[in-house]
């Protein structure tokens, strides 16, 4: 699959019709709300792991020197937890330009903190598109994170934030703070 998923995500369907769309952000959608909203509420997902495995050739990093930035990769049993956004279908437009380095809408039931559950969209980057960096040691990638910058700034911040904002919520990712505690030794 190509670096650019926005004609792919243009032609997803799923929720034509509707005039609000709830969508679960697990990365920077966390803490960077960049696009208006109706509400927000604090959500998980089941079965999925929030893992540093994708490539950031536009945010994060460059075509030559990608940024490493979060994805899920499926797994059985596991919590994912993050920040659900209700917005109109016209956010996509704007979403899936910030999204289109190998990021696909996927269908999802986003359950919320205090109860409830919906069906909504996520962006995941699945392992065969073009900018999949893959599995690494936690001390690879937070080397990697520490000497990537693009365009929205450097790599290193990306994580930082991300680290801070589970903790303000009262969650700990095994994975982002294992990064994060290598960072801060580095």
């Known amino acids: 699959m190509s670096h650019n998923t926005i004609e792919a995500n243009q ?21 960077k709300a960049d ?6 509420r604090p959500a ?10 994708q490539g950031s050739h536009d945010h994060r990093g460059t075509p ?7 994805t899920l990769i499926p797994a059985e049993g596991d919590v994912c ?10 956010e996509f437009a704007h979403l899936d330009h910030r999204e289109k380095n190998g990021y696909l809408r996927v269908a999802i039931d986003i359950h919320f903190e205090a109860g409830g559950v919906e069906e909504g969209l996520i962006y995941i980057a699945a392992a065969d598109n073009a900018a999949w960096l893959g599995e690494a040691s936690v ?10 910058s693009g ?13 801070a904002a589970l903790r303000e919520m009262g969650h700990h990712d095994e994975h982002v703070h294992a990064i994060e505690a290598y960072l801060d030794r580095l």
């Open 11 to 31: 032609a997803m369907d799923k929720f034509d019709g509707h005039h609000q769309v709830w969508l679960f952000g697990y990365g920077s959608l966390i803490y």
């Open 35 to 40: 696009f208006p909203f109706i509400e927000r």
């Open 44 to 53: 998980h997902i089941f079965g999925w792991s929030r893992r540093f495995w």
């Open 64 to 70: 030559e020197a990608p940024g490493r930035v979060a």
């Open 81 to 90: 937890h993050g920040m659900a956004y209700l917005v109109t279908p016209e």
């Open 139 to 148: 001390e690879e990638i937070a080397h990697h994170i520490a000497s990537a």
């Open 151 to 163: 365009p929205s700034g450097p790599n290193i911040e990306y994580l930082l934030r991300l680290a």
